[in-house]
């Protein structure tokens, strides 16, 4: 024990950079366990047997230069305002995508905190729809 002590202090961004990787590790289990988030592959099943509904919430200069097919566009800015444009779809399950994921994450939790039941947040974007080599759509 003193031996790790005496390490410990002699090598402190070691055993620093020991806990924030430590950190991150535990971070991405947890994050990777959750079962709202989902690979592009899993999205085209969800869309192609489900009629699943993808809701891109990038800005509109960005989901003109390249969108999912049929997605319907709300900026997560103004996502609180417009969700009666979602009403008819509460039956149908909902694919929230924006630039990387992280941005679409809120924008699920919002969706599911005004009812919708089956809400999916695209892990990865639509830079991973791209990386996929899935269509995209530049029609608006």
């Known amino acids: 024990m003193e031996q790790l ?4 202090s002699n090598h402190v961004y070691l055993v620093v950079a020991l806990f924030v990787v430590s950190a991150l590790l535990v971070h991405n289990l947890i994050t990777g366990m ?14 192609n047997r489900e009629d699943a ?9 960005d989901f003109s230069s390249g969108h999912i097919i049929n997605a319907i566009n709300i900026p997560v800015n103004g996502l609180q ?4 444009r979602l009403d008819k779809y509460k039956n149908r399950p909902l694919i ?30 639509i830079l991973a729809w791209q990386n996929a080599n899935l269509p995209v759509s530049r029609k608006k």
């Open 5 to 8: 002590i005496e390490f410990a």
């Open 81 to 84: 305002g417009q969700l009666q």
């Open 53 to 61: 509904v993808v809701v891109d919430v990038r800005p509109m200069s």
């Open 96 to 125: 929230v995508a924006c630039r990387s994921g992280a941005q679409s994450s809120g924008a699920a939790r919002q969706l599911r905190k005004a009812g919708f039941e089956r809400v999916f947040n695209l892990r990865g974007g």
């Open 34 to 47: 959750d079962k709202s988030s989902i690979m592009p592959q899993q999205a085209t099943e969800l869309i």
